[in-house]
């Protein structure tokens, strides 16, 4: 997939994401919530996992993109130290002899990305910068996925720093549509995805 299109593909799941979170919270003429706190819960968490996933993909498609010699949307070529024949051999290098590759462990990104690209950009800084935001995903992803007190106490912990505020029993769908105490003017998964949009759009035009 092309740099250009990875990009737009990512946007274009962050908006449906969205539309998917407004539609849990959909009220009647009166004025009340039309779903059920369950119904809320379900389509929120899962909106995240999509996002989630979206980010995966577009992390996996730029690196694979910059692998087989595409430039940068800002038309300038990165040094590389593979030469895969074809978009599938791509992919076979990067995985290896593992199952898979975890696009969502940043020091895995990384290394990644300093193995096969010079001094490990465009992403190691892009990435470095949301350190702690990707982290963070990666707990609320967790927790959406599979809740045990392992990461229940996670999501608490995060809830926790990014709120400001002790909390405890919280769920993803809760805290991630209350309002960021970082930007008051977004919430906190809107804040997150701000920040990915940047990210993003660095690594694409290969600015560092």
């Known amino acids: 997939m092309a740099l250009i299109d ?106 990644i990305a300093s193995i096969y690209f010079e001094e490990g950009e465009p992403f190691k800084t892009a990435l470095n910068s949301i350190s702690t935001d990707l982290s963070d995903l990666r707990v609320i992803r967790n927790a959406s996925a599979h809740i045990s007190s392992t990461t229940q106490n996670k999501l608490d912990a995060v809830a926790s720093r990014v709120l400001r505020r002790s909390v405890t029993g919280i769920n993803v769908s809760d805290f991630i549509t209350k309002m960021s105490k970082e930007d008051t003017s977004n919430t906190v998964l809107q804040l997150y995805q701000l920040k990915l949009d940047i990210t993003a759009e660095n690594i694409a035009h290969n600015r560092t």
Do not use: C
Request: glycine share 6%; no cysteine; aromatic share 12%.
């Open 6 to 111: 990875a990009l737009s593909a990512y946007r274009i799941e962050v908006t449906k994401v969205n539309g998917y979170v407004d539609l849990a919270y959909e009220q009647d003429a009166a004025g009340n919530s039309i779903r059920s706190n369950e119904d809320v819960e379900f389509i929120v968490t899962s909106a995240f996992l999509k996002l989630f996933i979206a980010w995966e993909g577009f992390l996996e498609n730029s690196v694979v993109a910059y692998l087989t010699g595409e430039a940068s949307l800002g038309g300038n070529m990165i040094t590389k130290y593979a030469n895969p024949i074809d978009v599938e051999h791509a992919h076979k290098i990067l995985i290896g002899t593992q199952k898979y590759v975890d696009w969502a462990n940043i020091d895995n990104v990384n290394k």
